[in-house]
């Protein structure tokens, strides 16, 4: 499968703004601990919201590698590009 590097910077912005989101819901609702816990729907929000990023982490990063190898470039010059273009769409 051939990924265009626009496809590998999109697959990174979806990831980054799950983890905005589980760091948002972490801001939110306090840590798990505190005041008897988390509710139960705070709970499944939280753990959708973390698989959500885990997974998108884990497409863009295999991705990532699919690309560096595809290309003969080292696998770390290729995420350091994709990383950097995405967070200057953030600003």
Same mark, same amino acid.
Request: aromatic share 8%.
């Given at each position: 499968?051939?990924?265009?590097?626009? =496809?590998? %910077?999109?697959? &990174?912005?979806?990831?980054?703004?799950?983890?905005?989101? $589980? @760091? =948002?819901?972490?801001?939110?609702?306090?840590?798990?601990?505190?005041?008897?816990?988390?509710?139960?729907? &705070? +709970?499944? +929000?939280? @753990?959708t919201?973390?698989?959500?990023?885990?997974?998108?982490?884990? =497409?863009? &990063?295999?991705? $990532?590698? =699919?690309?560096?190898? @595809?290309?003969?470039?080292?696998? +770390? @010059?290729?995420e350091?590009? %994709?990383?950097?273009?995405?967070?200057?769409?953030?600003?």
């Amino acid at each position: 499968m051939t990924h265009l590097f626009d =496809e590998l %910077v999109e697959k &990174q912005r979806a990831a980054d703004q799950a983890h905005s989101r $589980v @760091e =948002e819901l972490r801001h939110s609702f306090g840590p798990p601990t505190q005041q008897g816990g988390w509710s139960g729907r &705070q +709970t499944h +929000t939280y @753990e959708t919201a973390w698989r959500a990023w885990r997974d998108l982490a884990r =497409e863009a &990063q295999s991705s $990532v590698t =699919e690309y560096a190898k @595809e290309s003969g470039k080292p696998r +770390t @010059e290729i995420e350091a590009d %994709v990383q950097r273009r995405a967070s200057r769409s953030r600003r």
